[in-house]
């Protein structure tokens, strides 16, 4: 049985079974989260954090073991706001973002999410999220090379950066018309596809890594409108991909990661707890509500 197996995973795989898939109570949920800092994949990442509260050998680069990416896999493992750890860590982005120029989108949109989802107070939040808004296309989407201009067709890697961001903030600046603009940025493209010629625009996006990096893919898109609760019609090729990549015994399989160094492969290949889970709950998700309109 798929979800037995699953429950004999990693404390990061467990407490998402039984938060999206099993219905547990919220008292088991919790507890099982709790063990993400204290056992497999997010305890030896937080093992791994230096002296100064960062990561690597720097904020943001080397990829992918700098502080940034760093903090960005305890997000997707399920560390919880708050977590000691991870506000040293946001003390080292935030001194990084002083000594910044100008606020390039694709960073700024990782360091908006780091941010809000640790809850760390950060002065200048606000205004980076407002910045953030100002950088948003007349299309709908964001992209890293607009700089001033607004003409640019969008980004699928920037727009679910920006999108993320904006869903994990939760601050005094009203983000939710470019939140809506943004998703209909993607329902226009199906999630995935040329606007131009209807085929994959990014190859590499039907592909699922345990850890997406900045990139754009099909599975990320969906478990963003599932958090949005945003069911559309308009997305059923991408479910369609995400079904068709479904093994014969009901799992999915790992995927190799991007090129650079990495703290440790979370699974051997084969058969992914991490990404069955994933696929399951937007599966979940997906038949089990009616459409609505973005």
Known sequence: MVEQWLLEGDPAVRWRVLRDLTGA?????????HRVAAEGWGARLLAAQND????GEGV????WTSTTYTLLRLIWLGLEPGHPAALKGCEQLWEWRSRWRSPETCIAS????????FRFSAAG????????????QTDGGWNCKSRDRADLHGSFHTTILALEALSAYDGPVDTSE???RGRSFFLRHKLYQSHRTGDVAIPASVRFPAFPEWHFDVLRGLEHFRLAQVRDDRLGDAIGILRGARKRNGRWSTYSPYAG????AIEPPGDSRWNTVRALTVLKWWDGSAPVSA
Do not use: C, M, N
């Open 25 to 33: 109570s919220p008292g088991e949920v919790e507890r099982e989260r």
């Open 52 to 55: 100064d509260g960062g990561w």
């Open 60 to 63: 943001y680069s080397p990829k």
């Open 110 to 117: 990782i360091l908006v999410r780091i941010t809000s989802h």
């Open 125 to 136: 939040l606000d205004d980076l999220v407002t910045h953030l808004l100002e950088r948003q």
């Open 178 to 180: 470019a939140a809506k």
């Open 261 to 264: 160094r990495q703290w440790f």
